[in-house]
């Protein structure tokens, strides 16, 4: 049961615009939410995060919005430059049933590519 | 200030043997996190350990155990290999604290595991 969800396998942009990365979760438990970048043969990198109490989160290019509602959350790269090409995941977590740590949920990841 | 490494990075093994994979945590970190990444899919949580305890599993079976060390050092371990089993395995270190929704994963380049 994938609980979080990234629906675009793969993404096109070319140099300088915007980039705009989707996902969607079920559990209307979760409540912190961040994104990683990988490239080939490296482990996940953090990028950027969320929490529920907010709807928008900026660090530099990356913005990150949250709808609760609609249990959707977006990551903006503007403007997108070629060393962004990468596979980008969004992870979520809830409230632990069991200690203190989060356990992450990730989605399926998109493949972004920028064009030069 | 040293990162998560993890050993081997690659391992070829038949059906049926035993696998113990390594983890070196984030200096300061005192949780760490499995993941099992399949071709093709986001990482997939399998359990997590806070300071020496199990503090969480996802959806795997009892043959993939682990353990932490005092100096918050892990491994992996998986018995009775599957065909399914092969996949990228990746170790996530975290500082859980006071506050679950600043908590990061810090990850590892992975274990490639190939099971024929």
């Not at chain 1, 994104?35 to 913005?63: M, Q, V």
């Not at chain 1, 200690?99 to 989605?107: C, D, E, I, L």
């Not at chain 2, 353990?67 to 089993?85: C, R, T």
Request: charged share 15%; net charge neutral.
């Amino acid at each position: 049961d994938q609980q979080v969800k990234q629906n675009s396998p793969s993404l096109s942009v070319q140099e300088g615009r915007i980039s705009i990365l989707n996902c969607d979760y079920t559990n209307s438990m979760f409540d912190y939410f961040l994104w990683y970048k990988k490239y080939p043969a490296e482990g996940p990198t953090f990028l950027i995060s969320i929490s529920s109490i907010k709807d928008k989160n900026e660090d530099g290019r990356f913005t990150v919005f949250l709808n609760k509602s609609a249990k959707h959350l977006s990551l903006h790269i503007v403007p997108s430059q070629p060393g962004d090409s990468a596979v980008y995941f969004c992870a979520a977590s809830a409230e632990p049933t069991q200690g203190p740590g989060n356990q992450f949920y990730f989605g399926t990841g998109t493949s972004l590519t920028v064009i030069p | 200030e040293t990162g998560v490494t993890q050993s081997p990075t690659h391992l070829i093994k038949t059906r049926g043997q035993q696998v113990t994979l390594r983890c070196s945590s984030q200096s300061g970190h005192n949780t760490v996190s499995w993941y099992q990444q399949a071709l093709g899919q986001g990482p997939q949580f399998i359990f997590q350990y806070y300071r020496e305890e199990e503090n969480g599993r996802g959806n795997f079976p009892p043959r993939f155990s682990g353990l932490q060390f005092p100096n918050y050092s892990s491994e992996l371990n998986v018995n009775a290999l599957e065909l399914d089993d092969s996949a990228l395995y990746l170790c996530a270190s975290s500082l859980t604290g006071a506050a679950r929704i600043n908590e990061k994963l810090f990850f590892g380049s992975g274990t490639q595991l190939s099971v024929l």
